[in-house]
């Protein structure tokens, strides 16, 4: 844990005295920057995120196809011949339909066609966009709501700690998963509606905010732990003592110092909630069709194991490539920001 | 003396054997139907992804449990269990011989056997049918309102089915053996009607309940000895059971049947290619049809079924409470597209009309189709748009409703595509199998699209026009609303009813009439048909005797096992 409270002395003049030293943050970046795994990591995740950002680019001026358009009787051109997308069987009793194969032709259905006769690549790249942005957005949103509520809980304690502790004792104990099912089942037959706020089924902020909600109680306790031992540290207690506002202590002393721990938590729970997101899709009670995210074609691919199974195959790797290099990435972050560790195995 | 002893002997064995003959003949009108020793034996392993729900045949309206009542429940008619169009023939079954009808046609008189058993021992008289049929009202059986509402007295047990006793509508003499069936009104179906699981004779003490896992002593080859939905259902042999009519109560083959429940598709495919089960339930997924279609093409039958899948488009609500919105999508819907996404050519064929092909009323004609002719060809999508601008609904919002299984919600995803394309904002809600059919009837949802499909009960045009489209079929706010486009024209009201009491005198004729009502249902669109489709029974290689019923499908208990 960083302390971020030295006071440093400064002149008359108001200028330094000595030379300043490196600050925490820079400490913590230049540890990461040294680190071959986490810039490994790191480097994985800006391919995967700059290929999911040009999906548009991709579909339109590469593969020239809408992924989004079923193309059931479309043809293609393959070796110079014009083939079917969906190829009618012909062997034994001709029964069945199958989408074509991977041609490994990056312009012309790389990973093949799905049973809609989409091409496969091109949603892998726009379910990319889907997933990292559910998976971004619901882990800053999870962050923020268990840091806020784990400061207030931890600095104010009594009933207002106890309230807050029950709730999310509530949370968890629900089994993660059956919770996020109720609520997207539920959600996602009549959308969300909060007064004049009207969330619709297919709106990906559904699927953003049960995912954070979910997970508020995992970033939550260790903050409020956190956070009740720096309630009991001298700075805190010379800033109670200097009759500081309880607004300030906990914007400067405490927020500060449990920052480095809320940012260390940011990558472990994006790919903790990639995954989630990815199983509630697969489960059809994500992300909704037409939209793509990894999980649905996870989904789409699941009739088509036997035969093409490059579409359920393929989004399963990105998806382990991306979360293993997110937990990597996390490691090392919290290796250079937490150097005793306080928080390994927490999320 | 000991010649005339001899010949004393001698006459009275005769006269034994005789009378002996004389009995017989009341419980066997014809050979009794058969299986022979060589081919009886053996368990027969059917394999489901899920059980069917209530074992009373009075409630259970699913094909699942309708396939295995016709090895164990038995009404007085039936249709003949035989494979091929003979199965499309009604035939007496507990009764001795086709109904004597009035000839005003509101009077029907039966001969009930003598001699035959319920599986528990007991005989079966004319008090356990009266019964039957008054538990069918008392249990609230899905169709007592709509194909039983016509026996006198139907109304006041409709209206208070615990008090039901069809007072002078089903009338039994036990001294003549005869039970009759007095309706206030001529039905040219009502035979049909008697032929269905519904009606089965069911002992007389049975509960006035639906009885759910309990199982109901049966009449059949066949009983069911134990039934869990969450693992399997046993049926045994009938040991009271002997065959009266090689139609309508053949002997079975197997020794036992069981279903198994729990399975995935692909995991029930994979069973039968191992030998492990016989038969599934499921149609087998799409990623296993080619590897069945030529591996295993002995053991695949594929046979086209008297149904139609199709879209309800909500004349209630926009955009399809206009005409136009409604053609333009039955001009815009790429049937061969949607055949595709079911299985192909071999498993489908293009709707144009709302009877199936080789139906009674079919008529030959293709209104939405882009050039013309009697069957479909291509889409015409320019068409399509043409009519939406006209009727004003472009830009506006459809939601479309399917089940989430594969196949359903490939032809769903599709939907939207094309409604996108023609300028609507469409969302798709895939709902589980077992709700979805009720979510889709019940207006209160607000259901503007849905996919769904209609298999026959019996072959006559009205179970198709009259249950699907009818002003009767229609009860807003209601989840048994069969007629989910909420479509209601008097007219052609009026035009079925006609076309019903045609049925009486000429039916050839009463399905020309159909045909023209199919016609003018079609050029509202309230439905778009989309295919007629085909079963595939798959079965495992120790089995044979493969027939199929028009009516049942597969006869389940006349395969042979190796």
């Not at chain 1, 970046?29 to 995740?45: D, E, R, Y």
């Not at chain 1, 959600?187 to 954070?212: C, E, F, H, K, Y």
């Not at chain 2, 008392?138 to 089915?161: E, Q």
């Not at chain 2, 086209?304 to 206009?322: E, K, Q, R, V």
Request: glycine fraction near 8%; hydrophobic fraction near 40%; include cysteine.
């Amino acid at each position: 844990m960083v302390e971020v409270t030295v006071a440093i002395a400064t002149s008359e003049r108001g200028t330094p005295r000595s030379r300043r030293s490196a600050g925490p943050w820079r400490v913590a970046f230049t540890q990461i920057a040294h680190n071959p795994v986490a810039v490994g990591s790191a480097i994985a995740l800006v391919i995967i995120v700059a290929v999911c950002l040009a999906a548009p680019l991709y579909a339109q001026f590469i593969a020239h196809t809408d992924p989004f358009q079923s193309n059931i009787n479309g043809t293609t051109v393959i070796d110079g011949h014009s083939v079917a997308v969906l190829q009618q069987q012909t062997q034994g009793l001709g029964l069945g339909v199958e989408p074509i194969g991977p041609t490994w032709n990056i312009s012309n259905y790389f990973l093949g066609a799905d049973s809609q006769g989409r091409d496969v690549f091109a949603r892998l790249l726009y379910g990319g966009r889907t997933t990292l942005l559910i998976g971004f957005s619901s882990a800053l949103i999870c962050c923020a709501l268990g840091a806020l509520v784990g400061i207030i809980a931890g600095y104010f304690g009594g009933p207002v700690d106890w309230v807050l502790s029950r709730l999310m004792d509530i949370i968890w104990a629900f089994p993660v998963y059956l919770l996020a099912i109720s609520l997207s089942v539920v959600l996602l037959t009549g959308g969300l509606r909060l007064g004049p706020i009207v969330i619709g089924p297919s709106n990906l902020l559904l699927p953003i905010l049960i995912i954070a909600l979910i997970y508020v109680p995992y970033v939550a306790r260790p903050i409020r732990g956190q956070v009740l031992s720096l309630k009991n540290r001298e700075f805190v207690k010379a800033a109670i003592g200097l009759g500081a506002s309880d607004w300030r202590i906990l914007r400067i002393e405490i927020l500060r110092n449990v920052l480095p721990t809320v940012i260390v938590f940011i990558p472990l729970m994006m790919a903790l909630n990639m995954l989630t997101e990815s199983a509630l899709s697969f489960l059809s009670i994500g992300v909704q069709p037409p939209n793509a995210s990894w999980g649905t074609i996870i989904n789409d691919g699941l009739d088509l194991l036997y035969t093409r199974p490059a579409v359920a195959i393929a989004p399963g790797i990105m998806l382990v490539i991306t979360a293993v290099a997110l937990n990597l990435l996390g490691d090392a972050v919290r290796d250079a920001l937490d150097p005793k560790a306080k928080l390994r195995g927490a999320a | 003396m000991r010649t005339i002893t001899k010949t004393l002997v001698s006459v009275i064995a005769a006269a034994s054997l005789l009378v002996l003959a004389a009995c017989s003949s009341e419980t066997s009108t014809d050979s009794g139907g058969g299986s022979s020793g060589q081919h009886t034996g053996g368990t027969l392993h059917l394999t489901a992804q899920s059980a069917g729900g209530t074992l009373d045949p009075q409630v259970n309206y699913t094909l699942q449990y309708w396939q295995l009542y016709q090895g164990a429940y038995d009404g007085l008619l039936t249709y003949a269990r035989v494979g091929g169009k003979k199965s499309e023939d009604i035939v007496p079954d507990l009764a001795t011989a086709m109904p004597k009808v009035s000839t005003n046609g509101k009077t029907y008189t039966f001969q009930l056997r003598k001699g035959i058993e319920f599986s528990n021992g007991k005989t079966v008289t004319t008090d356990d049918v009266v019964a039957s049929f008054r538990r069918l009202f008392k249990v609230s059986s899905p169709n007592a309102g709509s194909w039983y509402n016509v026996i006198v007295g139907a109304d006041a047990c409709l209206k208070t089915p615990a008090s039901c006793t069809l007072n002078g509508g089903v009338v039994a003499d036990a001294s003549t053996n005869t039970i009759t069936f007095n309706l206030t009104q001529a039905d040219p179906e009502f035979e049909a009607q008697l032929a269905m699981p519904f009606a089965s004779v069911l002992p007389a003490d049975t509960k006035a309940k639906d009885e759910g896992t309990t199982p109901i002593p049966t009449t059949g080859p066949y009983y069911f000895a134990s039934y869990s939905p969450n693992k399997a259902l046993v049926m045994k042999r009938n040991t009271h059971f002997k065959s009266w009519s090689a139609e309508a109560a053949p002997v079975g083959y197997p020794d036992e049947i069981d279903e198994t429940f729990g399975l995935t598709a692909e995991a029930e495919v994979t069973a039968i290619e191992n030998g492990q089960a016989d038969w599934m339930y499921d149609t087998p997924p799409s990623d296993r049809l080619s590897e069945i279609s030529s591996k295993y093409a002995s053991q695949t039958h594929v046979t086209p079924l008297t149904a139609l899948w199709y879209l309800g488009l909500n004349t209630n609500i926009a955009p399809f409470n206009n005409e136009k919105a409604r053609q333009a999508i039955n001009w815009a819907i790429d049937r061969s597209a949607v055949v595709k996404l079911y299985g192909g050519t071999s498993l489908a064929s293009p709707a144009c009309t709302i009877l199936p092909p080789d139906f009674p009323g079919h008529a030959d004609f293709c209104d939405y189709t882009k050039n013309g002719g009697n069957t479909w060809t291509a889409a015409d999508v320019d068409k399509a748009k043409q009519l939406i601008q006209q009727s004003g609904t472009a830009g506006q919002s459809v939601g479309v409703v399917v089940q989430n299984d594969s196949v359903n919600k490939g032809i769903g995803l599709y939907l939207v595509s094309l409604l996108n394309q023609l300028g609507y904002k469409a969302t798709l809600k895939a709902l589980s199998n077992n709700i979805q059919y009720n979510y889709i009837q019940n207006t209160g949802n607000h259901v503007q699209m849905s996919l769904t499909q209609w298999y026959q009960d019996y072959p006559a045009a009205s179970d198709f026009l009259r249950v699907l489209l009818s002003c009767a079929s229609f009860h807003p706010n209601s989840d048994s609303s069969i007629n989910i486009a909420g479509y209601c024209n008097t007219g052609l009201d009026a035009q079925m009813a006609k076309a019903d009491d045609e049925g009486l005198t000429d039916p050839t004729a009463a399905n020309a009439a159909w045909g023209e009502i199919d016609k003018a249902y079609m050029s509202e669109s309230p439905l778009v048909p989309l295919f007629n489709p085909k079963l595939i029974d798959f079965t495992s290689n120790r089995v044979s005797n493969y027939q199929f019923s028009d009516q049942y499908y597969m006869l389940v208990d006349q395969l042979w096992l190796k």
